[in-house]
């Protein structure tokens, strides 16, 4: 058993020591056999940095600009539904954590905290990010409720017309919100630490769109596959903060998604949750780069488990890194310490790697810090 967090993958084992199967699995989970989830972060390992020698490095500088502001930290959290799974208030954890350290957050439509509450916690570190209901009423519904929330950023997800099968949350019997059998039952009373603060705050619940019959009401499951790219044009003409498209893992879609006005793209294969057989996102990152040209601000995840990494994707093309299941590890651990233990590992790692790369600040990571291109 892990007693001490040095690494994101301590923070894991921690974690699925501590939460119940039903909720580690969703969390760690992915699509289908889950190699895409490991290829995420196998590609990312592959690239090699070149270290340089005999260069003052004393001060170096981890803030870093996207979307007219300057941030904190060169990488934020990642929108997660039902985050309340790693324990309750989660999300508050995250969108006081997002404050603390100057770095952005995602709002989940399927968040288990309301999108009013996650603003009132996490100011203008927090992003609203919109999936679209089984209609577009509904969802344009919700576009309103996000304005009058005061978003200035909105991050459409685009990569699930329908939500993946996801093996792990079928042999677990997992249903968002989940339905207590004996399997779950025993399930938790072996997790009583976990179970009980639960039971005590209430189980997660996907509380946006909670009231079916509501204006923003629907469930997990239900399709959007009736989404198209006209979608897209109205909301942008509906929406005037910052709007990034989340999700993007093709060149044609990332050129499409600019010329429809968008602020940004936000490149993702969703933590490999939705299609198995997609490409790393690490892979399709530098023609993507090169397609939208080298202004246009691009966001990526999936498979950032360390500090290089995010060096790394910084010189493959992205502007920015986010990463999503490492802060539900550690708070599954160790609550708000277990997550701000994990933001510090990164933070560490990175103000490390550029040390050993002759650099002293973000901005300065471009395709040059790479092995082999010197
Ligand atoms: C538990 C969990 C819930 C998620 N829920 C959402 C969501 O509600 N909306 C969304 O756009 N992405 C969601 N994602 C995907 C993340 O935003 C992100 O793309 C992914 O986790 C990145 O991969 P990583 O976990 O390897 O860092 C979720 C991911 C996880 C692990």
């Not at 923070?11 to 290829?39: T, V």
């Not at 941030?71 to 790693?86: E, H, Q």
């Not at 996650?118 to 969802?139: H, S």
């Not at 990175?350 to 002293?360: D, E, M, N, W």
Request: charged content about 25%; aromatic content about 8%.
């Amino acid at each position: 058993m892990v007693k001490q967090i040095f690494s994101i993958d301590d923070a894991r084992k921690m974690a699925r020591g501590k939460l119940p199967r039903l909720a580690f699995d969703y969390i760690d989970g992915a699509a289908g056999n889950e190699d895409l989830n490991h290829l995420n972060a196998s590609a990312i390992d592959q690239i090699r940095l070149q270290p340089r020698v005999l260069v003052k490095v004393e001060d170096r500088v981890l803030k870093k600009n996207l979307l007219d502001r300057e941030w904190g930290l060169p990488f934020g959290i990642a929108p997660m539904g039902l985050a309340g799974l790693a324990w309750p208030e989660a999300d508050r954890m995250l969108a006081q954590a997002a404050r603390k350290y100057d770095i952005p957050v995602g709002v989940s439509t399927m968040g288990s905290c309301s999108m009013e509450e996650m603003k009132r916690y996490a100011g203008g570190n927090g992003w609203f990010q919109l999936y679209v209901g089984p209609d577009e009423e509904m969802t344009m519904a919700l576009v309103d409720r996000a304005e009058k929330c005061g978003y200035e950023t909105m991050l459409l997800t685009a990569d699930v017309p329908e939500v993946a099968k996801r093996n792990r949350e079928q042999r677990n019997g997992f249903e968002a919100p989940f339905r207590i059998g004996v399997k779950q039952f025993v399930d938790f009373a072996t997790h009583p630490h976990w179970s009980l603060s639960t039971l005590v705050r209430g189980k997660p619940q996907l509380v946006n769109v909670r009231a079916r019959d509501s204006a923003s009401g629907f469930r997990r499951s239900d399709s959007r596959a009736w989404v198209d790219w006209t979608f897209l044009d109205k909301l942008r003409s509906r929406w005037k903060g910052n709007l990034v498209v989340k999700g993007i893992t093709s060149v044609q879609d990332a050129l499409s998604v600019q010329q429809a006005g968008a602020d940004g793209i936000y490149v993702s294969n969703h933590g490999g949750r939705q299609l198995n057989s997609a490409p790393a996102t690490i892979e399709v990152l530098p023609g993507i780069r090169q397609a939208v040209g080298e202004d246009y601000p691009i966001l990526f995840d999936s498979g950032i488990r360390n500090g290089e990494a995010v060096v790394k994707v910084l010189a493959k093309g992205a502007d920015y890194a986010m990463l999503g299941r490492p802060f539900l590890y550690g708070i599954g651990a160790r609550r708000e310490a277990g997550l701000e233990r994990i933001v510090e590992i990164l933070l560490q790692e990175i103000r490390s790697t550029l040390a050993q790369i002759g650099r002293v600040s973000m901005e300065e990571i471009d395709t040059g810090v790479l092995a082999g291109t010197d």
